[in-house]
């Protein structure tokens, strides 16, 4: 029985610390985290990467790099330009706001997204 409590205070520990990790993730990139907001689902990784699903039944799904300032968001997408935002975060960081600052033929409006 003492065997078993070691091993699961072990494991607790573990889980405790991957789970803070991605905290701290999220405190020092605010982007990192699944977005949606309707038709668009977004995803920011820690590695700067991202993925952005356009539509539910038949979806554009696109993918690449991103990169941001104070100011301004930039998407680096795989086989096409680069994307550039003007972004704030709302609501404590769960509300996500971007206003496209070049041309990009999926988004030509401000768009929130909201954390999952």
Known sequence: MNRHLKILAVF????????????????????????????????????????LMIGK?????????????EDS???????????????EFEDNNKKLVLKPESEFVYINSKIEFTKE
């Open 57 to 69: 039944t038949i979806s554009v799904n696109l993918e690449g790099k991103y990169e941001y300032d």
């Open 73 to 87: 968001l930039t998407l680096d997408i795989q086989g096409d330009s680069d994307v550039t935002f003007a972004y």
């Open 12 to 51: 607790s520990c573990a889980l405790l610390f991957f789970l803070s990790c991605s905290a701290i993730e999220g405190l020092i990139n605010p982007f990192v985290g699944k977005w949606e907001s309707g038709v668009f689902d977004l995803e920011f990784k820690g590695d700067k990467s991202f993925k």
